[in-house]
């Protein structure tokens, strides 16, 4: 991997969906942090328009970037459906920056919303694992378990109110005695 000066703003590092850019010092909203840079291809040549791999980066329906060399550091950046930065794409001058949405502090990870088709390609089959989608899915879980315990509680009640107890509540009154269930009620065992 390569080395970033101590001049650069940000660092590669270790994020959960992988290797991430992270900032490691405070960036101001507006700032243009790093350049999306590479070979470009045009997609009139067979050859380019075949090329298959994860950093394209396209900037018109011709001009594509492809961003898989080991130099170009933001390819690192992952995707976010809440991100702090942005592209600023410039299809005449076969260019892209990644500017700062949003101050971003220092130990934070750089990212930028992908785009509804690599969204709908690669990320919605495995599911999406930015910050914001993990929170929406471990809210949702979190209210499933409390439907079902609310809904649990409310059939205990409605099954005490009745009178009647549920398996479950026999099943757990009863003890084994060498190898007989043993109903407490009564005090005798059932063969």
């Known amino acids: 991997m390569p080395a970033t000066s101590s001049n650069k703003p940000y660092r590669v590092g270790r994020s959960k969906t992988g290797l991430g850019l992270f ?86 990870e750089i990212n930028y919303d992908y785009g509804t088709d690599y969204f709908k390609a690669y990320l919605k089959p495995i599911g999406c694992k930015c910050d914001s989608c993990e929170k929406k899915r471990k809210k949702l879980r979190a209210e499933a378990r409390a439907e079902r315990a609310k809904v649990k509680a409310r059939d205990e009640r409605k099954a005490k109110k009745a009178g009647t107890t549920s398996p479950k509540t026999k099943a757990a009154k009863k003890k084994k005695l060498n190898g007989h269930a043993f109903a407490k009620a009564n005090g005798r065992a059932r063969v």
């Open 23 to 108: 900032a490691t010092k405070p960036i101001k909203k507006g700032t243009r942090i790093i350049r999306y840079f590479g070979p470009i291809l045009d997609s009139r040549i067979p050859a380019h328009d075949e090329i298959e791999n994860k950093y394209l980066f396209e900037l018109n329906g011709r001009w594509t970037i492809d961003g898989s060399v080991r130099k170009n550091l933001a390819r690192y950046i992952n995707h976010s459906c809440r991100p702090n930065a942005e592209s600023d794409v410039r299809p005449r001058e076969r260019k892209v920056f990644i500017r700062a949405i949003r101050n971003i502090e220092p130990g934070d």
